[in-house]
């Protein structure tokens, strides 16, 4: 945020204390005195007396909203409410909904976990004083991160977590002032039981196509001696396991060719990790499309957690899984490829501006990697989906729970008698005088259309 334009009448601030940021509220700087868990940075910036330019490292605004949410954090209970509860100067701070009631007074907050838990989403009960209107969570590893929700009269709220093991949520509740109220914290745990075996010993190698063809490259798979964070598996469904075995790449020549036209170094980032899933079923099609189609580049191919959340992946995104690859054809066309993508097998395919998604997600996961399934119930979770909304003179179709980047968007626009007016590629189209239907391929999977006032 450029400090210079900030609103004067702001009242919340966020202030890092060592590692972990807490919601401070600032209805007057010298009410805070003493109370906060980082006195010395307090007096700092009361020294400033409110200047909100104030250039002390660690501080960074916020315009009093539920951008809040994101800023607490695990490691803060109690300490962020004991600094606001005195707080009760609303009225000279311009305190936005403020309507001279008493504000930022302590009030109660509860929440209820359902305590360990092995699906998702997790719903979680919340118990608030009569001042509280709002409660904000926020935890490491939920999504949505940072959701707020408006308290209704029972203050549910359901969270996914996407990662096993203990999870502190961190709640907060706001009075009608919006003024910080009370904080709360809870441990929910997502269990490891997920419907799954444990592979137990590791099994045989598993081998890839290899130079010849021959299914002659073939490699022990190791218990990682890091650990990896996978979301537990939505709906139990055994295709979204999370992996118990992997390549260990770090001991491996990249070099090796594991079919015919692909070496290990081109399907992985070795910068990211040594241990690594690549389904030799997912290998087997992506070698049968470099066959029909002339040379392809992956330019994505197995992401662990960490490295598939750096680069926006979505959270269940089959490259995780070893099947997913990310592909641009060198001698061929992104829709040739797309095209070849499904008449290879693909479960499911996306096509964007630079490059075609393929994966092999409906197959059968390989327990060499995932281990023994016990039972079989395959769901497709965060279907990508769009809509096509009108945007002044011309049209957008925004997307969501697409595995990367934007897709490909093909516009035509019909006149009265569905004859093709115009035809145009990108994210913002404008059709010309004399439409009437206006539609749009997003992704080369989905299509939408609306009439043209
Ligand atoms: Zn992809």
Known sequence: MDRATRDENQFRFF??????????????LAALSG???C??????AE?????????????????????????????TTGSSSTGVATTSVSGSTGGGSSTGD?????????????????????????EAGPSVVRVSYTAEGIFPLGESVDAGSDFAVEVTLMTLGPRTIEATAYDSCDEVVATASVVTVVSDDDGMEDPGELGDPVCYPGASGSWDACFDLVIAAEHYDYPPALDQDPNYRAPK????????DLGVYVAPNFQLSELIKPAYGDYVVIQPHALARLQELRDKLGAIQVTSGYRNPEHNASVGG????????????????????LESLFAECAAKGASFRQLYDNHVHCDWRAETVDTRFFGDAKDAAPAQPNPPSVELVADGDGFLAPAIGWDEGEPLRRWRALDAQ??????????????PAGSSTVEVEVGGVLRRTIAVD
Do not use: K, Q
């Open 314 to 333: 979505a959270t269940w995104s089959r490259h995780m899984y070893g099947d997913g690859f990310d592909l641009y054809p060198s001698e061929s066309d």
């Open 418 to 431: 569905g004859d093709r007016v115009a035809e145009a590629y990108g994210a913002r189209f404008v059709p």
């Open 35 to 37: 109370a906060s868990a």
């Open 39 to 44: 006195g010395d940075d307090i007096a700092m």
């Open 15 to 28: 202030r890092r204390c060592g590692a972990s940021p807490e919601i401070v509220l600032l209805g007057a």
């Open 47 to 75: 020294s400033e007396t409110g200047a909100l330019s104030a250039d002390a490292d660690g501080w960074s605004g916020a315009s009093g909203d539920t951008t809040s949410s994101s800023a607490s954090s695990a490691g």
């Open 245 to 252: 075995a992997f390549l260990d790449v770090g001991g491996l």
């Open 102 to 126: 008493a504000c930022g007074a302590s009030d109660t907050l509860e929440v209820i976990s359902p305590g360990a838990v092995s699906t998702n989403p997790v719903l979680l009960a919340v």
